[in-house]
């Protein structure tokens, strides 16, 4: 599938005069026994021919909805042209919750692809949200193909990922997958992943840490100290300073891996509550 687009390039320059070498194979996809192998094989013909056949819309966009992950690319890139029939088409099938949750997402993946490599779709909150929790959801051998089909709003998917990141409603995995979406689509983004370690789990934190062990200065040392010496307000509650003190053992934790062996001690003292210290007690040998 990596080499389709390639190939459709080149098989565009025949034209119908490959069009009757390859309509066999689409009319014996078309047949009510045809199994699986047989309609798979018929997609690149499909998509080879459907730049003047667009009868060949309806079976491709069947095959991109509930085909192999692989082809979603090569199909939603061929089908550019028709953006502008699809576009709305897809956009209802996504916002439709009387279909299953795998064809909406399906139906996101093509609108993603029908921009390019530009976000240029106005997508809702909503829309946003479905996606995010739909790639964190997945299987976790679909997740690299799938970040790679949702790159161009890699930026619009990253506050919601946050969400998740820790979320009590996530589960272990999907707190995993979220931190591998963020480590992917925001690792230039060293604020925002030094802020994530004062939040990780240890699994998280083995994620996260190499991409910010190097930045030692400016405004990622500066977050961490800061909220090494972050006292819990008076009126705060207790699931509030169980968390607060997660937070600050985390960042005294990561100061103290990157080196500075006296900036973490702010987190140690402690007027009349211990939690951050208990917290990185708990924490600072296993980590």
């Not at 309509?23 to 009510?32: G, H, S, V």
């Not at 240029?120 to 997945?138: G, H, P």
């Not at 997740?143 to 820790?166: A, M, T």
């Not at 062990?213 to 705060?236: F, H, I, M, S, Y």
Request: net charge negative; with cysteine; charged share 30%.
């Amino acid at each position: 599938p990596d080499g389709l687009t390639d190939l459709l390039q080149q098989a565009d320059e025949h034209g119908p005069a490959l069009d009757e070498r390859l309509r066999p194979i689409m009319q014996a996809a078309d047949e009510p026994d045809a199994d699986a192998a047989i309609k798979l094989a018929a997609v690149p013909a499909r998509l080879a021919v459907v730049i003047r056949d667009e009868s060949q819309l309806p079976p491709l966009q069947e095959a991109m909805l509930t085909g192999e992950l692989t082809y979603v690319e090569p199909i939603r890139t061929r089908l550019r042209r028709y953006a502008a029939k699809l576009r709305p088409q897809w956009f209802e099938l996504l916002r439709n919750p009387a279909e299953s949750a795998a064809r909406r997402f399906r139906a996101a993946l093509g609108v993603v692809g029908l921009d390019g490599d530009q976000a240029a779709t106005e997508w809702t909150d909503a829309d946003i949200r479905f996606i995010a929790t739909e790639l964190s959801t997945s299987f976790a051998e679909y997740q690299p193909h799938l970040r790679e089909l949702l790159r161009p709003i890699s930026g619009q998917l990253v506050p919601v990922l946050d969400e998740l990141f820790d979320a009590e409603t996530s589960t272990t995995d999907q707190q995993i997958s979220a931190t591998l979406a963020l480590a992917d689509f925001a690792r230039d983004d060293k604020e925002l992943l030094a802020r994530l370690l004062t939040r990780a789990t240890a699994r998280q934190t083995e994620i996260l840490y190499t991409l910010v062990a190097e930045t030692k200065t400016g405004p990622v040392r500066d977050g961490l100290l800061a909220l090494t010496r972050e006292q819990p307000d008076e009126n705060l509650g207790q699931l509030d300073r169980v968390r607060l003190g997660r937070r600050r053992a985390n960042a005294a934790i990561t100061l103290l891996r990157q080196g500075e062996r006296d900036a973490y001690f702010d987190a140690l003292r402690i007027t009349d509550d211990p939690e951050s210290l208990s917290q990185f007690v708990h924490r600072c040998r296993s980590w």
